[in-house]
């Protein structure tokens, strides 16, 4: 299996599983799509039979709520039934919403943003102090670099010369309730990872060869007597690979209604399917899909800084005193 291949597969069960559990984070999920999809098909060393192998390669994915993206790599490659995918947020799942050691493959349960780097980097100095081999590749939202654990981390890095870790930072430039410079902004990005010490990678994180890459030429700064640790900046883009969610903030939150959000995501991701493989849920898409009225919320601005409006603060006081009673109105 081809790394497109499997971001193709990790985006057609994310769509699929946060559809079905009503689930959240279906934006973040496409958007490092096709760094799990290069990472799980050519790059990281396990073996699905023996989760708890001692030579594998250890992954985290520090930016928990994409977890559907890393179930869905690992069902694909045989830790357990696909078919289990389909329990994914709900009650008494293995799958819950944010990723979960008890699932095999799991190396280290996230969803707190900021903790993973400093999980990935202890797990890089217990391997040198231990003589071991294998890497450490953890995977971070960008929004969770503005953590002061994630620079401590950094720097604990650098200064054990780890040159065993590569961070990933799935940087699709929005966070939270908006985009990243509207939030806090974290630029000049890369030049901050070089001033503490890293090899420092800026591509295209939706460019399955660009990724390639990048994880090729971290391996040989390993190799060459670079000391340091590396990460690789994969400029992404939030909900990519079906076009109404693109740089949408909705879509951070919402999962695809039945109806046309799940119809058009289905028909979109089959525009653009790999050769060679299967869609297990909609073999042939979606016939007369249903499509979006003018009444319906597509293409619109939903971010923080577009739709708050500044004189709610004051509006709320007036209407609180109007009523007389403390209670809120809700109607302004």
Known sequence: MTGEQLAWKIRRHGVEMTHVSNGSHIGAILSVADIMG????????FDSNNPRWDERDRFILSKGHAGASVYAALAENGFFNVEELMSHYQNGSRLSGHVSHNLPGVDFSTGSLGHGLSAAVGMAYAAKKDGKKHKVYVVLGDGECDEGSVWEAALF???FRLNNIVAIVDHNHMQSMDFQENTIEIEDFGMKWKAFGWNVL??????CNELREAF???EEFSQNDNHKPTVIIANTIKGNGVSFMENDILWHYRFPHEGWEYDMAVNELHK???EGVEDIYTPN???NP???TEDDDIGNDHTFTYTWETSYPEKMRRVEAKAGTGKREHKL
């Open 38 to 45: 290069v990472l799980y098909a050519e790059v990281l060393n």
């Open 202 to 207: 800026e591509i295209n994180g939706n460019d």
């Open 290 to 292: 249903q499509m979006p």
């Open 272 to 274: 653009n399917k790999p």
């Open 157 to 159: 890095a650098n200064h």
């Open 216 to 218: 090729k030429k971290a």
């Open 285 to 287: 898409g979606i016939e």
